[in-house]
């Protein structure tokens, strides 16, 4: 195994460190697409082929022959052949798709690309969802927007989380911007949480009878845009307030729903087919609070996907983590 080999000096080192672990890339630089002689080890080359292969893994790419990247090279090339294999399987399941316009949301790879006329015309960086909640796979009509959305919080969560924290720390809700009314109705009576005791509804031992939301805000969950299409997950496209996750290469921390780094700028894709859709008016909106319904009149399709191999631009086969790790489980379903 390559990493037992890299082992010899006790460390990694960066490629421009004089190191007699680092010549030992050369011998396995197949898997870094470039000739590397083994005078150009310590220079610039073996950094960029380092790099290169970073990307097409999606990787951090910083040069560093770190853990991941050990494990990405230590893959075999009959690993790499049934995860290309497994990959075909479930595009071939995959509706096909007549549509001009639609998007496409890889989860493993965590990117939206917005398809027009067969060619992508926008990417964005999205968040998913972690192991426990992972985000569903299906298809969907993107059929109406909320500027200024209110949060309102799955039962799941008040059940697992908030109950707790709030046996934990009376302000909680306070803290987090919460309020709770007696039913989903955002102009529902407001109930005074001091007088609930929080105890008898942990584990779930006893219903809590009321509902929790947030309203628009800087500390509103779904940031200042949500994109819906209707579905049995009650999962949707959502701007966040959490934005430094997004510098992060693996992004999989949300409960199910996508996180988009930039709702505007999709909104404003929207529009370009849908002229009800006023971007100046939307943005005199989302400045303030006001929540504000828009319909979509000429739906866009949504197809959230697990892929975990795909080609480049140049033609290139590259590899995604199995954050779910479905192709585990359907090797073996396979099998």
């Excluded at 030992?24 to 292969?53: M, W």
């Amino acid at each position: 195994k390559l990493r037992e080999r890299l082992k010899i000096s006790g460390d990694y080192h960066e490629c421009n460190e004089t190191n007699s672990s680092l010549l030992l890339l050369t011998e396995n630089n197949t898997s870094l697409d470039l000739n590397i002689s083994r005078d150009a080890v310590f220079g610039n080359c073996l950094d960029l082929a380092v790099k290169k292969f970073q990307k097409r893994h999606g990787l951090v790419v910083d040069g560093v022959v770190g853990g991941g990247t050990q494990r990405a090279l230590n893959m075999t090339i009959e690993e790499k052949i049934d995860k290309v294999q497994l990959n075909i399987d479930r595009i071939k399941w995959l509706p096909r798709e007549k549509n001009e316009r639609y998007v496409i949301v890889n989860v493993p790879e965590f990117m939206l690309h917005y398809v027009e006329d067969g060619e992508i015309k926008q990417q964005l960086a999205v968040i998913v969802g972690d192991r426990k909640h992972p985000t569903p796979i299906f298809s969907e009509n993107i059929s109406y927007i909320v500027l200024n959305p209110y949060w309102k919080v799955p039962e799941g969560i008040v059940r697992r989380e908030v109950i707790p924290a709030m046996v934990k720390n009376p302000n909680y809700l306070k803290k987090q911007g919460l309020e709770a009314h007696q039913t989903w109705d955002e102009n529902s009576p407001r109930v005074d949480t001091s007088w609930i005791y929080w105890e008898e509804y942990l584990y779930g031992q006893k219903k809590f009878p009321y509902r929790l939301m947030q309203p628009p805000g800087p500390k509103n969950a779904l940031g200042k845009i949500k994109f819906k299409f209707p579905n049995k997950f009650s999962v949707y496209l959502h701007d966040t307030p959490t934005k430094h996750l997004f510098k992060k290469r693996v992004r999989a921390f949300s409960h199910g729903c996508v996180r988009l780094s930039q709702p505007t700028d999709f909104l404003k894709t929207i529009s370009t087919f849908n002229p009800k859709i006023n971007m100046k008016k939307a943005t005199k909106r989302l400045k303030g609070k006001r929540k504000q319904f828009i319909k979509v009149k000429n739906q866009l399709r949504i197809h959230l996907v697990y892929l975990t191999v795909g080609i480049n631009k140049e033609g290139q086969v590259e590899f995604r983590n199995d954050i779910y790790n479905y192709d585990k489980y359907q090797k073996r379903r396979i099998r």
